[in-house]
């Protein structure tokens, strides 16, 4: 991959300097040859100058067709002043200040004669004029001029637009092609070769290279500009990203070096002055923060050679301010210096590039050869010494030295991703062992959780069948063998045991914190003793909210109280009817046993030790007990149960429980 795309890079390169080198003979394909043409020159002042554009202006705008040029902006009539001109006749660029020491202007003409009997659509068309304006005007033998063409005063070397005018036909007399070319007196200028011939033949010359140089470097304008606000946007969402922010800002120099492609410079002198400066300037910024960029792929320090690099462009920089008094032509010596510090900078990548062997570097050090060989090119057909016809290559290549570095940041991030990839498989195969280790571990705390819970399970049911069944029946034993109890108390200790023994099963019912289920469970059990000890059950029993502390050994107190409180009934009350009840009191829940029996004298039990168990039973579940009685009215017993539950305290543990707890003293 890596050898085919530097073989790719390597043939656009060649293919561009072929190219280049082709322009010289841009028509050798093309059947038409450049026609014979006339030169004179008039030495004009610059108000007769200023006059004669005026003049074609406003003709070319509200006048008749026809112009009568008054003889001082008239071409040469002796035909001794004429000669045959070599074409292409350029002037190389000279100092400006040398260039407007003088008030004098040359008046350049140029002209041709279109045959007689001619009479297909023909055109004019001229590669690349250097001047300050060309006009354009033809007539036939003995008739006035008319004006073809007239661009005002510019510097028309910024744009080098193709010269395209379509020409009358010549008719049964021919016409006479006429060119005026107005440039400073010791100043630069090129008039390219000149060709006439029919339309269809000389268009697609004419439009090719008007795509070359107006159109592509618009386009490759706002593609840059584009790419400019991605890398920008990306630079202020990772800020460490310095490439980015790099990138957005040549690129952004790049559209400004290239602004005259789309914006006409400004008319007023100072301005147009420094418009033409930020252009010139920015080209060298351009090449710093590129060469900025490239050498950030390197591993190498280039701290010495960045800073000889900054302070060429600040030369080149200064060297070009409009308000020198140029004593040489600071234009050229600034480009210059910029393709200096390009070749310095290049020759540092190709260096770096064949030490550490990496691929980015090697991609940049192409597109840099690229680059630099076409900045030379067109500093030479800028300066007037060569080429002078050529197409400017570098907006052109602008593109594919973007593409370069595109290709190098994609490197760049393929080789980061990459390397994340491989860092985030090491760290998900890390980490699937761990949780295989932690499935394991937690595996094992779940079996010693339950075997735990089973633990603390079997101890308590151990406790409350000791405690509780145990008790009773080791006294019911005990009482037998001394002869202290008849059949019948010995039938109510058993019918008690198993009455508690059902009380301990139902108190491991999955109920799902449901109080009214664990409800209808005792009644189950004990509704049929009730019913044998002749009491009427009455069962008001509602829907509570369910109660999240609910668990197993809490079921077992909640089912005691009750049932110490339905003994308490059966045994000593008398009663004919008790009544359950259950209310919700949104922050508690109420169960309530009444009975219609004899009742008691609280005073006589408060102090009983029943009743301070149940007491301390109903406070470990965070609920309270209260019991009301009157001797002759009946009892209510009153548990309230907290909807939620705080941590039980040290001095809220259970007591233990009993089956014999109750209201001893009645």
Not at 221 to 234: G, K
Not at 287 to 298: C, D, E, K, T, V
Not at 425 to 444: F, G, P, T
Not at 623 to 642: I, Y
Request: hydrophobic share 45%; charged share 20%; with cysteine.
């Amino acid at each position: 991959m890596f050898a085919l795309l530097r073989q790719l890079l390597l043939l656009c390169w060649l293919a561009a300097l072929v190219g280049g080198a082709a322009q010289a003979q841009p028509n050798a394909t093309r059947t038409a040859s450049p026609a014979a043409v006339e030169r004179a020159v008039s030495h004009w002042t610059r108000a007769q100058v200023s006059a004669w554009s005026a003049l074609l202006q406003r003709h070319s705008s509200e006048g008749p067709d026809l112009l009568e040029l008054p003889p001082d902006l008239a071409p040469p009539e002796d035909m001794t002043q004429w000669s045959p001109a070599l074409l292409p006749d350029v002037r190389a660029r000279v100092p400006a200040a040398q260039a407007q020491a003088t008030d004098r202007v040359e008046l350049r003409w140029y002209r041709t004669q279109l045959p007689a009997g001619s009479h297909a659509p023909l055109a004019l068309y001229g590669p690349r004029f250097v001047g300050l304006s060309v006009s354009v005007l033809a007539r036939a033998p003995g008739e006035p001029w008319r004006v073809l063409l007239h661009h005002q005063s510019q510097e028309r070397d910024r744009r080098a637009l193709p010269l395209w005018v379509p020409l009358p036909t010549a008719g049964e007399t021919g016409q006479e092609i006429l060119l005026a070319v107005p440039v400073a007196a010791s100043g630069s200028f090129a008039v390219p070769r000149l060709w006439v011939a029919p339309k269809d033949e000389l268009l697609p010359e004419w439009e090719f290279r008007y795509w070359m140089q107006h159109t592509a470097p618009q386009a490759i304008s706002l593609t840059l500009a584009v790419l400019a606000m991605f890398a920008l946007l990306m630079w202020l969402r990772h800020r460490a990203e310095t490439s980015y922010l790099l990138f957005s800002l040549a690129a952004f120099g790049w559209v400004a070096r290239n602004l005259h492609h789309y914006i006409d410079p400004p008319t007023q002198a100072t301005v147009r002055a420094w418009y033409w400066w930020m252009t010139d300037a920015s080209l060298g910024w351009v090449l710093f923060l590129a060469l900025l960029y490239s050498l950030r792929f390197a591993k190498a320090n280039s701290k010495t050679l960045i800073s000889v690099l900054f302070a060429g462009v600040v030369l080149e920089t200064v060297l070009n301010l409009p308000f020198w008094a140029r004593q040489a032509d600071t234009l050229v010596l600034a480009y210059a210096i910029t393709a200096v510090v390009g070749f310095v900078g290049a020759a540092r990548l190709l260096q770096l590039a064949w030490r550490e062997r990496r691929e980015e570097l090697v991609v940049m050090t192409v597109t840099w050869g690229l680059c630099l060989p076409l900045g030379v090119h067109d500093l030479c057909v800028l300066a007037g010494w060569a080429w002078v016809e050529h197409v400017y290559l570098m907006p052109a290549t602008a593109l594919v030295v973007v593409l370069g570095f595109f290709y190098a940041v994609l490197r760049r991030y393929a080789g980061k991703v990459e390397e994340a990839m491989f860092e985030n498989s090491q760290l998900q195969i890390s980490l699937d062992v761990q949780v295989d280790a932690y499935q394991v571990q937690n595996e094992r705390l779940r079996e010693a959780e339950r075997q735990q819970a089973l633990l603390i399970e079997r101890q308590r049911l151990m406790a409350d069948m000791h405690d509780g069944l145990g008790s009773s029946l080791l006294s019911a034993l005990v009482a037998v063998e001394q002869g202290n109890m008849n059949q019948e108390q010995v039938t109510e200790v058993l019918r008690e045991c198993v009455d508690d023994l059902r009380l301990v099963i139902d108190s491991l019912e999955p109920v799902g914190h449901d109080l009214v289920s664990l409800l209808a469970t005792m009644r189950y059990r004990l509704g049929k003793r009730l019913q044998l000890s002749g009491l009427k059950l009455e069962w008001d029993v509602h829907d509570l909210p369910a109660l999240p502390w609910l668990e197993p050994p809490d079921a077992l107190h909640v089912l005691r109280l009750l049932q110490e409180a339905l003994n308490n009934i059966v045994k000593h009350a008398h009663a004919r009817r008790v009544r359950f009840v259950t209310r919700d009191h949104s922050s508690y829940v109420e169960i309530r046993v009444e009975d219609d029996g004899n009742g008691f004298d609280i005073e006589t039990v408060r102090h009983g030790r029943g009743l301070k168990s149940q007491i301390k039973r109903a406070k470990k579940l965070g609920g309270k007990l209260r019991v009301e009685s009157s001797v002759g009215v009946g009892t209510r017993v009153s548990l309230r149960l907290p909807l939620e539950r705080a941590a039980a305290r040290p001095d809220q543990q259970d007591p233990g429980p009993s089956l014999h707890s109750g209201f001893t003293g009645q």
